[in-house]
């Protein structure tokens, strides 16, 4: 499958621990995004890559949200003490272009 | 920033019948407007696409029209079919800096009836 992958699929954790969601885009893709959902909603944006540098945040990412992409290759998205509004469906995205994303099938946290 | 309006948010008709969802959108230098289709559970997967230097382009049953004086734009499916059950979002995107972040509308529940 040459396809964006993110695992774990589900994650449930306890408010106040550390979860981290991986991203592996499709290879040729330099570009990279991250997105969140909630039930009802479209996808938001959260940060770009554009190979290894993280070009912008969101205002929606706080200080308790880190992202990285070491090497331009896969990213990862930490989320540090975790609330419950962090509850959502966390949905990586790659393209080559601006254009045409391709998105994975997303993480879903649930915080319990 | 941008600012993407998407009605109706639940459509429901009857097989073979046609479905209108349509967008409007607020940043006048946004020129890449993609649709996406989303079952549940599952990705968005992008089923067409249409840039602002063309007011309209087909595929097979679907087609995206746009109006770049008004900014709004619209999704047509023709003959629907029960696996077009879905929700799709529309979603926008500004030229310039920001040339790489798509804002979506709150999408369109669809239900096509047997």
């Known amino acids: 499958d040459t396809g964006v992958s993110q695992n774990p699929r589900h994650k449930i954790t306890k408010r106040g621990q550390n979860v981290t969601f991986r991203c592996d885009p499709i290879s040729e893709h330099n570009r990279l995004y991250w997105y969140r959902q909630t039930l009802g909603q479209g996808p938001e944006f959260l940060t770009y890559?554009?190979?290894?540098?993280?070009?912008?945040k969101s205002r929606l990412l706080s200080d308790r949200f880190s992202a990285e992409r070491p090497k331009g290759s896969f990213s990862t998205l930490e989320i540090q003490r975790t609330e419950q509004g962090d509850s959502a469906m966390y949905l990586c995205a790659s393209s080559l272009t601006g254009d045409g994303y391709t998105f994975g099938s997303g993480t879903r946290l649930t915080v319990v | 920033g941008e600012n993407v309006e998407q009605h109706p948010s639940t459509l429901s008709v009857q097989e073979g019948d046609s479905a209108v969802i349509k967008c409007t959108y607020s940043d006048s230098a946004s020129n890449y407007f993609p649709w996406y289709k989303q079952e549940l559970g599952k990705r968005p997967q992008l089923i067409i696409d249409?840039?602002?230097?063309?007011g309209e382009k087909k595929d097979q049953r679907i087609a995206v029209t746009l109006n770049k004086t008004a900014k709004h734009f619209s999704l047509h499916i023709t003959e629907t079919q029960p696996e077009d059950s879905a929700v799709y979002f529309c979603?926008?995107?500004?030229?310039?800096?920001?040339?790489?972040?798509?804002?979506f509308g709150k999408g369109t529940l669809l239900t096509v009836n047997p």
């Open positions: 890559f554009q190979n290894e540098a993280q070009l912008e």
């Open positions: 249409i840039r602002s230097n063309v």
């Open positions: 979603a926008a995107k500004a030229s310039g800096g920001s040339n790489y972040k798509l804002t």
